[in-house]
């Protein structure tokens, strides 16, 4: 049985203006069972938060570190956390 996790990610580097909140929330939705949001900062990051099984939420930081994401990725911040639910799907905010 999996366990549920929360994960907040912070990423830096060249991500806004180049549909990375879209295909944040397309990869969350490939990888399936994730509910959350991706949104802009005004310092120029992206936040991503991601509820689901553990695993999911791996999957997608870890597509978040590497070199398959729109723009360019200088780093990734990222707490993990227990899930706090009211997320409606994953959207983009």
């Known amino acids: 049985m999996s366990e549920d996790v929360r994960l907040v990610a912070w990423v830096r580097g060249h991500v806004q ?19 959350g949001f991706a949104l802009n900062l005004a310092d120029g990051r992206v936040q991503v938060v991601a509820e689901g099984a553990r695993e999911g939420c791996e999957g997608l930081l870890g597509w978040l570190l590497g070199n398959d994401t ?9 707490i993990w956390d227990t899930p706090r639910g009211g997320y409606d799907g994953f959207a983009i905010r």
């Open 17 to 35: 203006g180049v549909g990375f909140r879209w295909f944040t929330r397309a990869k969350a939705l490939e990888i399936g069972g994730l509910s």
């Open 70 to 78: 729109p723009g360019r990725v200088d780093g990734v911040t990222e």
